[in-house]
């Protein structure tokens, strides 16, 4: 019997967990993600009810430890899923990064293009939402990189 986890993330950033960890979500064994998952996963509390992800939009097959049985210990607190979503959104930007930022010091193309081109590739939705979303994100990474004195 499958166990699953439930998240609630911006559009984009769900449709990017997909592409990469697929859908439902597969965690590596050795990424950051599934570690968050171990440290915090707790069994549910009496009064608690299971979570059966009305209004998710990403679903995280459980993955199995060998001291933590999903069919036992299968909730997340609300802190733990918005640290679990703030990791994806870190594992997001380091690609905004490599893909776009990075590349764009070389590059001819617009930073339009580059944020089309990066939709695209990992299948984030193309509308007006999402990618003024990742402009946005994208805008910030760069004022943060430029503000440690780091390269673009």
Not at 23 to 32: C, D, G, I, R
Not at 96 to 109: A, C, D, G, T
Request: glycine share 2%.
């Amino acid at each position: 019997m499958d166990v699953y986890l439930y998240l609630t993330a911006p559009p984009y950033l769900a449709d990017f967990i997909h592409y990469i960890y697929g859908n439902p979500a597969f965690l590596p064994k050795y990424s950051v993600e599934r570690n968050i998952i171990h440290k915090y996963v707790r069994r549910l509390q009496k009064d608690e009810k299971p979570d059966i992800g009305t209004g998710a939009n990403v679903r995280i097959l459980m993955p199995c430890f060998s001291d933590k049985d999903p069919r036992t210990y299968n909730a997340l607190s609300p802190k733990a899923k918005q640290y679990l979503i703030k990791s994806f959104l870190e594992q997001f930007d380091v690609f905004l990064y490599r893909k776009i930022i990075q590349p764009k010091v070389f590059s001819k193309i617009t930073l339009n293009e580059h944020i089309y081109l990066f939709m695209e590739k990992y299948g984030i939705e193309d509308n007006e939402s999402n990618w003024c979303a990742i402009s946005q994100r994208v805008y910030r990474l760069k004022k943060k990189l430029s503000s440690n004195n780091i390269l673009m």
